[in-house]
Each structure stands twice: as C-alpha cells, then as structure tokens.
C-alpha cells in the first residue's frame, strides 16, 4: 500500500543521513474524504441499505412534487423550467436548504422529515449542481443517507453532474445524473398524454361502432329467426285447418254413402215380404251401422293422430315450450345480451332469467368452467 506523508525534511548529522518528521498520513490517491466516504459506504451497503427491494417506484402522475435544494443555485431554477414545461398544473412544494457548510446535512434531513409528514406529496427530488467532493458532501453524510432511506415517499437524487457519484445517489430510488433529468425524470410531458388520451378516444369510439353494429346484426338475424318460426307456425296451424276439413268431408262422404246404403236396402225389401224384408232390413241396420261407425272412428283416429303429431313438431319449434321444460334465458344487465358461456360473466354481475312464466333478477356468486363440473 503507497501513502502520502506531510512532515519536515531534517539531516541527522552524525551519520549524515536526511530524516522526515511526519504530520499527516493518508493513502495514495485517495484523500481522507474519499477514505471516509468508501468505508461509509462500505457500511451502509453492508446493512443492506443500497438494496434494489428496498427501493420504491416513482408515480406515474404526481400531482405534487417535492424539491429540496438552495434557492440560489442554478439547480432549481433547471427544475422549475423542466416541470412547468412538462406538467404546466403540477404542484410544486420547495423546501429551501443549505447544500454545504457544516449545517446543510441538518437542514437537508429537517426538509426531508417535513415533506413526509405532508400526505399529498407524491415525489421528492433532492440534490444541487456540481462541485468537488468537499462541496457535495453534504449527501454523503450518513445522517442525509439514513433520512432518504427511511422516506415513505419515493425520493429522486439530483447531485451535481453525471461524473459526480455521492451515497444519496446509491440511497435514492432512482439517481439522476442532473438536476433537470430528474425534473423529466418525475413528470411526463402533458402533451403527449392529452394526445395518447385523444388517440384512445378515437379508438374506443371506433370499437364501440364496431361492438354496435356486430350487435345489431345479431339482433337482425335474431329478428328474421323469429319471424321464420311464427311463419312455419302460421304454416302449420294452416296444415291443421286444412286436414280437419278433409276430415270433415270424408264424414260426411260417409255419410252419404250410408243413407244411400239404407235406401237400397229399403228399396229391396218393398218387393219382398212386407214382414219378413223389414225384419231382415232391420237385423241389417244394426251390423251397417256398427261397421259404419268403425270406419268413421278409424278415419277420425287417424287424423287425430297426426294433427297431435303436427301439434307437437310446431310445440318443440316454440321457444316457450323449451321454457316450459324448466329452462331459461339468461340475459346480461344492462346490455342485454344472451349468455352461452358461464366464462363469458364475472362473479358479482347481474343477470336476468326470462322463465316460461315471468322473469328473475340473479346474481352470479361463482363460475363454474367444463372441467369443475
């Protein structure tokens, strides 16, 4: 290990021989600062304050930025132009401190606790322009590091230029390598997010054309399916009517056929024994007329057998019918839309079930996928 010495050259005159009386000791290449700052790093780091876990994200939109420096550097005047040419609304809370000298350490950690104890600021920025290591010290001082590390608001190192590097900047949760990079750094510009919100707007609004008129052709097929049933229902109750006047016609065809039946037998018997034709006559009269209204009843069965089995095909066609067997409609509140998949609903919507008779307000408590079932 080279060091540096400081001292008096003096000559020991006995042997001749030149001697240093030292006053100072210090490594080579490293001053006393730049010493006392690698072992307090050392550690702070060692106690785990540096860690990444413990840093915390900066807001995405603050509405209130805090900003702890002097009021005569050039470093808040750099912030205050970024953040109002960025955020033209934002809140500003500046804490004015000293940045070096003997109390700026102090006052740093005072401004640091005052900000924290304000719920409404959402970001702190904290630091100074360029220097020495003597005049940057302030935010290597082991008191300013603890402070920023016990921050529940998220604090932003701001210390000199890029090349400077102080315990702050490992402290932070995020360095900047200048005062203004940590003013773009905090908000962004408000432009671009009116322009990104305007873009957003169009798109919804086009979405939104899109979802209408998909549900509009929906409800237009659902429409011409309804219609298409009450007409094959108009068709088929037309079918009905037609076989019940057939039916009708061959009853009456048979009739007819009967009476003239009758009459000939009648006609037989006057030529005959008036006594014994008309007995004959009417032991003929019974059997005709049982045979007779065997035929109607077969005739009459069998088109009563199929106006029920055209009763039935256009009851199944009838969406009340399927109702009527125990099931319903499920409808989505408010939209309106018809539910085929239990995936398609979130737990806590409501739903309306159209039953055969009326309808239910329902509540969706759990979801059950294919393979719960």
């Known amino acids: 290990m080279q060091v540096i010495v400081r001292g008096r050259l003096t000559v020991y005159e006995p042997r001749g021989e030149y001697q240093i009386v030292l006053d100072t000791v210090e490594p080579k290449g490293i001053g006393a600062l730049q010493l006392a700052f690698e072992q307090l790093k050392e550690r702070l780091a060692a106690e785990g304050l540096f860690d990444q876990d413990r840093k915390k994200s900066i ?13 005569t550097g050039a470093a808040i005047r750099d912030i205050l132009a970024v953040l109002r040419r960025r955020w033209p609304t934002l809140h500003i809370l500046i804490a004015p401190v000293h940045v070096q000298g003997e109390s700026a350490g102090r006052q740093i950690v005072e401004a640091l606790n005052a900000l924290n104890d304000l719920s409404f600021v959402d970001v702190i920025i904290v630091g100074r322009g360029g220097g020495s290591l003597e005049d940057l010290w302030s935010f290597n001082e082991e008191i300013v590091v603890r402070a920023i590390a016990a921050s529940h608001v998220p604090v932003v190192s701001a210390v000199g230029h890029e090349i400077d590097v102080t315990l702050a900047d490992f402290v ?5 390598p200048t005062p203004s990079a940590a003013a773009e750094a905090v908000v962004p510009v408000l432009a671009e997010i009116v322009e990104r919100l305007r873009e957003l707007k169009v798109r919804l609004g086009q979405v939104m054309l899109r979802h209408c008129a998909f549900e509009r052709q929906r409800l237009d097929a659902g429409i011409r399916g309804v219609t298409d049933v009450r007409f094959r229902l108009q068709e088929a109750a037309q079918r009905a009517d037609d076989m019940v006047d057939r039916l009708r016609e061959m009853v009456q065809q048979l009739l007819t056929v009967g009476r003239e039946r009758v009459h000939e037998v009648q006609r037989d018997l006057s030529g005959l024994n008036p006594i014994l034709a008309v007995k004959q006559g009417l032991a003929t009269v019974p059997q005709f007329s049982k045979r007779l209204e065997g035929q109607m009843e077969a005739v009459l069965a ?3 057998h199929r106006i ?6 256009l009851n199944t066609l009838s969406p009340l019918a399927i ?8 409808q989505t509140v408010p939209a309106g839309q018809v539910l085929h998949r239990a995936n398609d609903v979130e737990v806590g919507q409501e739903m309306l079930a159209q039953l055969a008779s009326g309808r239910l307000s329902c509540m969706v408590t759990r979801v059950f996928d294919d393979s719960s079932v």
């Open 308 to 313: 029920n089995a055209t009763l039935a095909q």
């Open 323 to 330: 109702l009527g067997r125990g099931y319903s409609i499920l």
């Open 302 to 304: 069998q088109h009563r």
């Open 59 to 71: 807001p995405e939109f603050p509405r209130t930025v805090g900003v702890v420096t002097s009021l």
């Open 172 to 176: 932070a949760d995020l360095r900047a």
